[in-house]
């Protein structure tokens, strides 16, 4: 069994959805089809149920999963001791912050605590992908990510904040007159929205969210991150769907109107590979995690 088959079938089973893994793969999706039925000949077991849209794992592949991801998690873990101990212990830790996050006040204020102790940050700004790319890479120790996040279900994870959603409103349209919308209002509205490679977790759940109440979504205003529709909406052209986080302290061009009924939310999480033997790590996530008095 070639060890690549392990990936690819932990990537399927996670996402439940071959194009979803082979986009979290960096491939594309008929050669993954391929290898996944080359690993089911070769175990003589469906590991899969293929239905319109998605799959299951089937008895024997709830099973291997198991088995899979532990396998996976101790080559990872071999791997980090060999890394780290060629470049022997250190008190750097590096933090990856997901585009979306890096201006969250709340964040900013837990990475305030670390300015005493003896610990070397250095940080980098990148996108969800590529930040669970040098998670798992150990190019980075810790990401602050947003979930939902397809990429981040491998890692060890704590809860940072909820950042409940919320609508950015132009000044000028008729429901900048409300504090608080219901998702029946948001109907015929220009919904402002980013692209599905900028965050595939996330935007599926939305698209999800506003076709279950009957809201239609026009590809031509989606925006490249999720920063941007809040500027798009300043310039008036749509209404903008965010995180509360990313919405404090606009200006007067806007109206921030919570959604009673909305029923999707987003969680800021510190996350890291639990295979990660660098001793400040688990210092930092103390630090960050620690819950405000």
Wanted: some cysteine; proline content about 4%.
């Amino acid at each position: 069994m070639e060890f690549r088959y392990l990936k690819y079938f932990v990537a399927v089973a996670q996402t439940r959805h071959f194009t979803r893994a082979a986009e979290q793969l960096g491939i594309a999706q008929p050669p993954l089809s391929q290898q996944i039925k080359k690993l089911e000949y070769e175990l003589g077991v469906d590991l899969f149920k293929r239905l319109s849209r998605g799959v299951e794992l089937t008895l024997a592949g709830e099973v291997f999963y198991a088995d899979a991801v532990n396998i996976l998690a101790d080559v990872e873990r071999a791997k980090a001791k060999i890394r780290q101990i060629a470049r022997g212990e250190h008190t750097e830790v590096r933090i990856g912050f997901a585009t979306s996050t890096s201006t969250c006040i709340q964040v900013l204020e837990k990475m305030g605590r670390l300015q005493h102790e003896n610990i070397n940050l250095k940080t980098a700004e990148l996108p969800m992908s590529e930040l669970a790319a040098q998670l798992t890479s150990k190019q980075l120790d810790i990401a602050i990510m947003r979930l939902p996040c397809y990429a981040s279900e491998s890692f060890e994870r704590r809860l940072l904040l909820d950042d409940p959603f919320v609508a950015v409103i132009p000044a000028d349209h008729a429901l900048a007159q409300f504090d608080c919308i219901r998702m029946k209002q948001l109907r015929e509205q220009k919904i402002l929205l980013f692209p599905r490679e900028t965050g595939p977790a996330l935007f599926d759940g939305m698209h999800t969210l506003f076709a279950d109440a009957g809201i239609r979504l026009e590809p031509h205003l989606a925006a490249p991150q999720l920063r941007t529709t809040i500027a798009m909406a300043q310039a008036g052209l749509g209404i903008a769907i965010v995180p509360y986080s990313l919405a404090e302290h606009l200006d007067n061009s806007v109206v921030v109107a919570k959604i009673e009924d909305i029923k999707l939310t987003s969680r800021i999480v510190v996350a890291w590979e639990a295979s990660n033997l660098n001793k400040q790590v688990l210092k930092v996530v103390a630090k960050l995690s620690q819950t405000d008095e």
